[in-house]
């Protein structure tokens, strides 16, 4: 019995021997498994990172606006067609408002017709008012169609460009045109008084156009340019801006005409009332509007070159016509009161006007 006992004994010892053995083995595996975390816990050091280097945020600023075209208002006048009879028209190019920086200031400015150069001015000086024109000269074929021919005029400065389109109608149809008797025989002056809305139509005497022969109340617009033209081409009827037409167009420059109160359709009885109620006040795109009896006067009697002014006046000369003014109800208000067509009902009725 005392045999076993320290046969126990001896076992339990040899045990304990190998517990104490294994233990650093098994915290060994452990750190190892863990990566070593309770070590790097130990160290504040350790377990501060810092953040990744990142790419600074682009800044995309607006680009800045254009300095030519903030600065220069530039206008293309061209005549709004040409014609076997009238091959030949001015055009010129406007600008009301040069604001450009100190410095080269120096343009260049190239007109095109259908692509093909016209002209080209090199180191142009802009300032305001300035006028460029030029003469543009078409041969013309009567078997060729009808077309619409496109201007274009581009204005360079720097690395920076402007430009303008305008469309003139070619016109083959001769017959639709029809033209004063033309020459040294002027015998009147069209003054336009743009500021009063009034035209004065002068005789000529010896000592000039002296005597008012014509007055009529008249529409210009904020654009109708002040200066000295001449009468150009004639068309009894024309299609105008807006898809609107005008009875009795005369040319004065580019795209500035006399012509009637706009019409919607080229009929005589579909006159737009409410802007022959606007004749004495501005109403107009730039053209001079007129009633159809001085429309039709200046196409019958004022030949084409008959000098042309526009102008501002402090005083009108004359003594102002009363406008008249239309009904729109009224059934007759379709026609131009002082269109003298046959067919006018306003000169076959006999009954009293509704015109105030």
């Known amino acids: 019995m005392k045999r076993l006992i320290c046969i126990i004994l001896i076992m339990l010892t040899l045990a304990g021997c190998m517990v104490s053995h294994a233990a650093p083995a098994s915290t060994s595996t452990a750190e190892a498994e863990t990566g070593g975390t309770a ?6 050091e350790a377990v501060t990172t810092e953040p ?13 606006p254009p300095v030519l075209e903030e600065c220069v208002g530039m206008v293309l006048l061209t005549p ?27 343009c260049s400015l190239t007109l095109t017709l259908d ?10 000086e802009l300032f305001p008012g300035l006028k460029q024109g030029t003469r543009l000269d078409v041969s013309f074929s009567l078997r060729d169609q009808d077309r619409t021919a496109r201007l274009e005029a581009v204005l360079r400065w720097q690395d920076q460009s402007m430009t303008r389109e305008a469309g003139i109608l070619l016109d083959n149809d001769e017959p639709e045109v029809y033209y004063a008797a033309s ?22 005497e010896e000592e000039g156009y002296t005597f008012p022969v014509k007055v009529w109340l008249c529409s210009t617009g904020y654009t109708t340019p002040r200066g000295n033209y001449s009468l ?28 009637s109160v706009p019409y919607s359709r080229k009929q005589k009885d579909s006159l737009k009332t409410e802007e022959y109620n606007k004749l004495g006040t501005v109403a107009s795109m730039g053209c001079v509007r007129l009633p159809v009896e001085g429309a039709k006067w200046i196409f019958d ?8 002014h526009i102008y501002d006046a402090q005083e009108l000369p004359v003594e102002r016509p009363e406008p008249l003014l239309l009904d729109p109800e009224d059934p007759r208000s ?18 009293e006007s509704v015109i105030s």
């Open 39 to 44: 070590a790097r816990t130990a160290s504040p």
């Open 52 to 64: 990744l280097p990142t790419e600074p945020a682009e800044t995309t600023e607006a680009p800045a």
């Open 80 to 106: 709004t067609f040409l014609s076997p009879a009238r091959p030949q028209a001015d055009i010129t190019l406007v600008f009301p408002r040069v604001e450009l920086p100190e410095g080269d200031r120096s």
């Open 115 to 124: 692509g093909e150069p016209l002209v080209q001015w090199d180191a142009l």
């Open 183 to 204: 020459g040294e025989d002027r015998p009147y002056s069209i003054d336009v008084l743009r500021n009063h809305n009034v035209v004065i139509v002068y005789g000529k």
């Open 232 to 259: 150009g081409s004639k068309r009894e009827w024309a299609s105008l801006f807006g898809g609107v037409y005008g009875q009795y167009v005369c040319g004065i420059c580019g795209d500035i005409l006399f012509h």
């Open 301 to 308: 009697y004022c030949p084409s070159g008959t000098p042309v």
């Open 334 to 351: 379709g026609w131009d009161p002082t269109d003298p067509d046959p067919e006018n009902p306003w000169l076959s009725d006999n009954e």
